[in-house]
Nanobody
Framework: EVQLVESGGGLVQPGGSLRLSCAAS????????MNWVRQAPGKGPEWVSG????????YYADSVKGRFTISRDNAKNTLYLQMNSLKSEDTAVYYC????????????????WGQGTQVTVSS
């Protein structure tokens, strides 16, 4: 059974940091490009960041560039997102998604995705 389980979300003040994790199982994690996609209340999904299979190429949406860092550990089948200098507009449910490529906002563009973890940025 394929599983992607996100964790690490929570409530944080503006300017704070969080580190999200996504534990993968049931498929060959190292053979898939991985992405983070977020969905804010009342809005459609938004691609946030992606990383290639080997972890050597990282990509970011303009809205998070310079603040977020994506990484992966293929030995641990885990994807990460370090989020710094958080803003209220970063409030959303964050999903990890596995597929062939990076950059898509639609969940249907990916082969697998998780249930998400809530990130709330508020004072």
């Amino acid at each position: 059974e394929v599983q992607l389980v996100e964790s690490g979300g929570g409530l944080v003040q503006p300017g704070g940091s969080l580190r999200l994790s996504c534990a993968a199982s049931g498929f060959t994690f190292g053979s898939y490009d991985m992405n983070w996609v977020r969905q804010a209340p009342g809005k459609g999904p938004e691609w946030v960041s992606g990383i290639n299979t080997a972890g050597g190429r990282m990509y970011y949406a303009d809205s998070v560039k310079g603040r977020f860092t994506i990484s992966r550990d293929n030995a641990k089948n885990t994807l990460y997102l370090q989020m710094n200098s958080l803003k209220s507009e970063d409030t959303a449910v964050y999903y990890c998604a596995a597929g062939r490529g990076v950059g898509a906002s639609s969940f249907q563009s990916y082969d697998y995705w998780g249930q998400g973890t809530q990130v709330t940025v508020s004072s």
